[in-house]
């Protein structure tokens, strides 16, 4: 199945995939959590640091010059990486739960009150239900949360009517980090502008796994992180539209998103800078650059393609095992397959399949609300990226056959 | 037996097994021996929530001994909470508390004890040293 | 004057101090931006990456529990650094300015109400500015400043005056970034304890330069950058009272902040991760303890004594350099010389010195309302660190008699 | 002299210097050598703000071309500033909005041109070209 796809060159990329763990070589299926990082984009940190490490924007001397040359044109790769249409449009923020967090602040300031609602669906990560749950009670406002049916998909007819007039945003995911289904986020998009509601976009599990283009989808807003898409830790991206940059209020004051700064009065730097406040992350941003280039470089519609093939060969395969019980029946899955083996605690699982070289995830995956509505307490989360293979499905598959035999 | 006799024991018991599958197996085995808590004890109370995994535990304090219960809804854990109990369990409040529980390093299981560890099981001992101590002061 | 401290074997920890710019040797005087890293420190980021790279807390398997190890040692390490009283009150941030932030928000939603005074003083960076008057907007508050005098020292009667009973916080930096001056701190924080005012202290030019004692300093909150530390971008500390951080509501919602998340309740996790939302920088914060251990190995007090002598050393000579103008007449500083060359814009002689291969910072050193105090409308700064050398400073005076030639 | 004439006159004389300094120092004699601007025109509405150097620029349209008087308050920005209006002052609006300004490269102060300089000195050029585009739409 691997053949138009060179899986094993790529991995070749990953020094950590040569790790062992308790003997095994290691499986790594816990990419939705955090992705591996190929040798190029750690490299680039390391260049960063020894060739031209100094503080960004407006200094005189070279090394300052070559670093924010380095840190804005790192703004211009992630612009064309979710094609936007202007770097302007890119903010640097530390990850996507920031990003969200300064929408939500941001975004609450200039145009919600008292009263008005925000609308977000069953299956958010808690890092888009809190920042707004937090918003509506400073602004004494309304969360609404559209349903979803027993399969974990979004409740369409209900959204609609959900619609209504005083919902000032919905924040959305685009791809579930629980469950793998993506949402029809274009038509989503288009219901909410026909009643003037701007949507913001969490696309943290999307951006590693197909191509996105902010504008296709016409997204007000659009959010993910550098780790979670073969960068370094620290780094988020905010992409917003220039008319919504412009309109909000700063979220965080200091360095950099200033004008001018007087005790009376201080006016603030223009988008995006306005959003930037301190000395930003001007190495992660360059490694992020580097993270997409080399995606970019295999290319997103290959990857999408590859790890298809992947979840479907591992659904396979996997419901082939005694007691193998899948969340949630839906025809596509973006590189995550949640399940539980029947009548064996997720924690238990997820501990001895450690134990046999693989990594997954157990829990409630900080999604406890999705959790709740689909019945479950836990769940075992294997998630794929385009560096893992079939053979790492198998040796799943064959530890999962052999822990469920130590309960049964 | 002392408590550390039935350290020793323990130890001995997973030393004779060299693979680490068929020492969880036992880990496993014990956890499943483990009887069911009474349904009255399963109450917030005498809850520890782990982020994995839940324990209750309860505690008796009969003629200068500490009788401990527990149970956890996972398997792994209910081998960890039955061998803690066969170790603590009917000791007095003083032994409990000047125990050293090397067992739990030399069965190579340490790692549950790590605070960055979410399974509940650190603070199910610590809880156990608690309730020594408060009734070793009642 | 370099006996006792081996500068020449600390210089070869720093791959950059051995780079070029136009054909010189770098010499790196703008430090108060931001600091070289040591190769250990690079190598840490490598390592990590490289071995246990994987997303920390909450995960069963063995990378993850590395990484969340390595995270929660450095918060160890951290707390040892400054000697605060237990791990649990250092917050990790993205830096100085994000820690100021978070408590201009947490603890203006926590104490603060309409009518209320925020304390500041007249040489606080921008990042120590903004963010209280952005509070004061919200919240309808004042924000008054305690004078300085014409050499740029704090006016300590005037401050007395201002600690009236309407002032719920002070915030002060512990040494200007533009001039160098140490602040009293102590004798700040116990005046302002009498009066029953917390006080916030911005150590971002300090810890760098000596050993800082949270403690000993009685300081309530203290918080600093660690890129200013000789470690990686994209990381900050807040350090923070135990009693503080549990009334302070939090900052930023979603993942890890969280204890339980429903959509009629959401409970926050214990400190410090109430106020640590979203995946953290957790590569960044192994590096940082990796930043500390290096200067900690070698000694902060040494580290201060050396710098002191290399700064007293630069005073002299660069009083020789004809036209040389010192900003403020102070006994001591830390690290920073700000100066003019009369008659001459200082952007004209950052400029110029960069062509010689000498960095340092022009212009308003994100201080305006000093400069404006100080009657300058930009200044040279020329900022050191303990791998700077006396030999690099008669590179600096030699250019700047150059420079000085060549406009008169 | 065209446009390029300038260009090339001004490139031959920095390409006889060989020192970075000694052109430096030509650039620092222009600069000292550009008359001051009318205390008129040193007005909010004719500055461009650098965040480092700030820049004053004023256009007047006669008989077809465009004549600029400028100054700065920094001696480096006053020199390039000399060198641009020895090219495009007194041009045509067409010629100004048509010409490729390579002298600027050639005599290696290309990074005076970048966005992330914050001298003035790519914003004074825009503006040249936005009076230019003005003049020629009037
Ligand atoms: C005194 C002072 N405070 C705050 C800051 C802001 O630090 P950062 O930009 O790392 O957030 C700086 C550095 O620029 C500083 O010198
Ligand atoms: C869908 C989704 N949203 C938001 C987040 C939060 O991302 P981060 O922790 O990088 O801020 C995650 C990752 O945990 C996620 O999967």
């Not at chain 1, 191509?211 to 992180?225: E, G, I, M």
């Not at chain 2, 808590?37 to 929530?49: A, G, V």
């Amino acid at each position: 199945m691997e053949s138009k796809f060179d899986v094993a060159s790529i991995r070749k990329h990953f020094p950590i995939l040569e790790q062992k763990a308790y003997g095994h070589p290691l499986v790594y299926l816990d990419n939705a959590a955090t992705t591996q990082k190929p040798r190029s984009v750690v490299k680039k940190i390391e260049e960063a640091y020894f060739s031209h490490n100094a503080n960004v924007h407006r200094a005189v001397h070279l090394l300052s010059q070559q670093a924010t040359e380095a840190h804005e044109a790192a703004r211009v790769v992630v612009q064309q990486f979710i094609n936007a249409a202007e770097p302007d449009e890119i903010v640097f923020t530390r990850g996507t739960t920031e990003s969200i967090n300064l929408v939500a602040f941001s975004f609450g300031e200039a145009f919600c009150r008292e009263g008005d609602e925000i609308l977000i669906s069953s299956m958010e990560h808690h890092s888009n239900i809190v920042p707004w749950q937090l918003l509506c009670e400073r602004k004494k406002m309304t969360l609404k949360v559209i349903p979803i049916d027993d399969n974990g998909c979004l409740l369409v007819d209900e959204y609609e009517k959900l619609l209504g007039p005083k919902v000032k945003l919905l924040a959305i995911t685009h791809v579930s980090n629980v469950l793998g289904i993506e949402n029809p986020i274009k038509q989503i998009i288009e219901k909410a502008h026909k009643q003037g509601v701007p949507v913001l976009v969490d696309g943290a599990q999307a951006v590693a796994h197909m191509p996105v283009d902010v504008r296709a989808l016409d997204a007000d807003f659009y959010t993910f992180s550098s780790h979670k898409v073969f960068g370094p830790t620290g780094v988020g991206v905010l992409y917003a539209k220039r008319s919504f940059l412009e309109q909000m209020p700063p979220y965080q004051g200091g360095g950099e998103m200033i004008d001018q700064v007087h005790f009376e009065k201080t006016t603030y730097n223009r988008i995006p800078f306005k959003f930037e406040a301190g000395t930003p992350d001007f190495i992660g941003t360059a490694a992020l650059a580097e993270a997409l280039r080399f995606i970019q470089e295999i290319g997103l519609d290959k990857i999408a393609d590859y790890e298809k093939q992947l979840v479907n060969y591992a659904l396979q395969e996997l419901s082939k095992v005694e007691g193998f019980q899948l969340l949630g029946n839906i025809p596509e899955r973006h590189a995550i397959i949640p399940f539980q083996l029947k009548g064996i605690h997720a924690y238990d699982v997820g501990l001895l399949l450690d134990k046999l070289g693989i990594a997954v995830r157990t829990g409630h995956h900080c999604a406890q609300p999705l959790m709740e509505r689909l019945a479950v307490d836990s769940c075992v989360r294997a998630s794929f990226a385009f560096y893992n293979t079939s053979s790492e499905v198998d040796r799943l598959q064959a530890a999962l056959k052999k822990i469920y035999k130590m309960f049964n | 037996m002392s408590i550390d006799e039935v350290q020793d024991d323990i130890i001995q018991a997973f030393d004779e097994i060299e693979d680490w599958m068929d020492k969880y197996q036992l880990l496993i085995d014990m956890g499943n021996s483990l009887g069911p808590l009474d349904e009255q004890y399963k109450k917030p109370q005498y809850l520890i929530e782990g982020c994995q995994s839940r324990v209750w535990i309860h505690a008796e304090y009969k003629e200068g001994k500490v009788f401990f219960e527990a149970e956890s809804d996972t398997v792994i854990v209910k081998g960890l909470v039955y061998l803690l109990l066969k170790v603590l369990s009917g000791r007095t409040p003083d032994e409990i508390l000047k125990t050293d529980l090397y067992f739990i390093e030399r069965i190579g299981l340490k790692e549950h004890l790590s605070p960055t560890r979410s399974n509940g099981f650190a603070a199910m001992l610590k809880q156990i040293r608690n309730y020594a101590l408060a009734f070793k002061l009642s």
